[in-house]
């Protein structure tokens, strides 16, 4: 008898430590989903927007085999977009070059200028495709990226069906210009150029997100390096705005070799409505410049 009593206290407690450590090891997998939870729907949340209008301050700087700086050009500019076409107002370009500085303003002006009567271009045959379908005309792709849009759910897989693809560890409070924020790390578990790792930064009261920092799970052919930071303002509660990118890209064949480092700053924020008059916005006062992407 004694030695049964003894089996029996042995497995009892056997079986409470092994629900403790499952319950113990629950408790952070619950708390992780239910932050990502909150994440997305915070993110689903944002009021879309396509026409806006930024003072943006532009920095390339191309590098030669070793990262050391063979030209820098900077451009302050104000970009608007309204239905899909982007126009940029060229203040003045600055490129310099071993040492010396050169106004290159006109020329850049120039291939804006371009630019602008290129997407004019593309516009107009898409309306005209969208006026002749059985003709089998198709409305060309818009290049949303160009009009300064993104699908952030390529960069943002929260939600309960894309998590899937992804470890995700939550950090201790961390801080981001000298703001305690949370700090959420993101593991892609498939090694291809279509699924992204990295880091985001979030309010820990608010849980709006202020920024991310993601690269491919896999380099794309010919790329060995690939890095993107975007930095967020929250426009009147509800618009998610570009603050600040940065873009690192190494890459190319050996002919034609790409190395740069490309920085936008925004400020001056304006949303905008379909006849391009301003919707919503902000002073100048309430924005703190930070190196973009």
Known sequence: MPGKAVKKLFFICGLFAFLSGAMHS??????????LDKAAAKIKAYTEYENWKASVVSSTTVMDKNWTPESVQVVTKTIKVVNELREEEILIALETKKGKTKDITQKVAEEARKDFE????????????KKRPSEGAQKPKSDGRRQGRMD?????PFSA???VDYDFRLEETGLLNGKPVLILNMASKVKDEDHFEGRFWFDPESTDLLQIEVKPA????????????M?????????????STYIKINGG??????????EDNYTDFEILDGSGQRSAGRSPSEFSPVPDF
């Open 161 to 163: 069906e894309k998590r």
């Open 152 to 156: 952030l759910g390529e960069f943002l």
């Open 253 to 262: 064949i050996f002919i034609k070799h790409i190395r740069q480092v490309i």
């Open 231 to 243: 930095a967020f303002d929250i426009l009147q509660g509800r618009f998610l705005t570009l603050k």
């Open 26 to 35: 629950r408790a952070p997998q619950a708390a992780l989903d239910a932050f």
């Open 118 to 129: 290129r997407s004019k271009k593309r516009i107009a045959e898409g309306e005209k495709a």
């Open 218 to 229: 896999h380099m794309p052919k010919m790329v060995k390096e690939f890095e993107m930071r």
